[in-house]
């Protein structure tokens, strides 16, 4: 089966540590993802990456970090510099970067208490 | 910034044909038009997208006006299972899509 998975579906924090999101694909696809979604809202861009070894900050990258080190894998870092990290935060993939349609993976919420 | 204008919600009934409307008076002539769909507490799902024709697929059909200003996106037989928030976006100049508040559809029997 094709497609994107986001572990774990749910995850709970204590305030003040920083915790791994993780995103796998293996559709072959060169770009990948970071959004977080807020109650009511749209979806907003973290950290993009469009080739293995390399990634750029996106609208609201300020206290998360990132790494591509492989094709298949984008893990996103909640750090304890995020002053409000408790959300809904959502991967996604495509083919290509640039304006290519992306396909995204279920999503992981976050509450820190 | 690309940014499209949708209304906040709207009801069909089941069966019918919902037809959600999208304004994108910004869109330059090479930029396409991306819908997507949310299911409460899912990641979105794309439906559809087009340049200038219309276009249809298994899910949807996407009417986009001659002056691309605006596009219409039609479920022709919702369902229940259609009740989702859509999304119409198209990609901003650093070639990211940017998501807005979308259309809240709601199904009902």
């Known amino acids: 089966d094709g497609g994107i998975t986001q572990s774990p579906k749910y995850l709970f924090r204590k305030e003040g540590q920083n915790v791994t999101l993780s995103c796998e694909q293996n559709?072959?696809?060169?770009?990948m993802y970071w959004y977080r979604q807020d109650p009511g809202q749209g979806l907003r861009l973290i950290y993009y990456s469009q080739i293995v070894n390399d990634f750029q900050k996106g609208d609201i990258a300020e206290g998360y970090s990132v790494s591509r080190e492989k094709k298949e894998s984008f893990p996103l870092t909640v750090t304890s510099a995020q002053k409000n990290p408790t959300a809904f935060y959502l991967c996604a993939s495509s083919p290509a970067g640039g304006a290519d349609t992306q396909y995204f993976g279920p999503g992981t919420r976050l509450t820190v208490l | 910034d690309a940014k499209t204008t949708q209304p906040t919600s709207m009801d069909c009934a089941e069966g019918r044909a919902a037809n959600l409307p999208c304004n994108h008076s910004?869109?330059?002539?090479?930029?396409?038009v991306y819908w997507y769909r949310q299911i409460h507490s899912q990641g979105p799902q794309y439906i559809i997208h087009g340049l200038k024709n219309n276009e249809t697929n298994e899910m949807a059909s996407l009417i986009i006006t001659e002056d691309r200003k605006s596009s219409t996106l039609i479920l022709p037989h919702a369902t229940l299972r259609d009740t989702a928030v859509y999304y119409c976006i198209f990609y901003n100049a650093g070639n990211m899509l940017t998501f807005g508040g979308g259309t809240r559809l709601m199904v009902k029997p």
């Open positions: 910004t869109i330059s002539g090479n930029e396409y």
């Open positions: 559709l072959n696809h060169d770009a």
